[in-house]
Nanobody, 123 residues
Framework: QLVQSGGGLVQPGGSLSLSCRVQ????????VGWFRQAPGKEREAVSC????????TYVDSVKGRFTVSRDLATNTVYLQMTRLDAEDTATYFC??????????????????WGQGTQVTVSS
């Protein structure tokens, strides 16, 4: 089970952090993806981080602005978002997949999903 927290309303140029905690198992075994979905649009990938902390991948639109990190002690993955703009407004989801040393940006590949959290960027 994945439990998300964070999000909210932020002004353009601001920052927010989202968290995704794995319950019932150890995070180290899982690749974790972050996805977002804006109203009327398809769910799109934001990033994914490999199991065992072996690195992360970001889509071009968030490179240099978003950073994924892991806290194995608390089984939590964080998505730190900076320089936010209106295009980042969406519901953000984390997802987990038990797979060694890789990750995927394809939503259908993931087995477990968080409940979603809203991020709104507006002045």
């Amino acid at each position: 089970q994945l439990v998300q927290s964070g999000g909210g309303l932020v002004q353009p140029g601001g920052s927010l952090s989202l968290s995704c905690r794995v319950q019932g198992d150890d995070l180290i075994h899982y690749a974790v993806g972050w996805f977002r979905q804006a109203p009327g649009k398809e769910r799109e990938a934001v990033s994914c981080s490999k199991s065992r902390g072996a690195g992360a991948t970001y889509v071009d639109s968030v490179k240099g602005r978003f950073t994924v990190s892991r806290d194995l002690a608390t089984n939590t993955v964080y998505l730190q978002m900076t320089r936010l703009d209106a295009e980042d407004t969406a519901t953000y989801f984390c997802a987990a997949l038990m797979v060694p040393a890789t990750c995927t940006l394809v939503p259908a590949d993931y087995d477990y999903w968080g409940q979603g959290t809203q991020v709104t960027v507006s002045s």
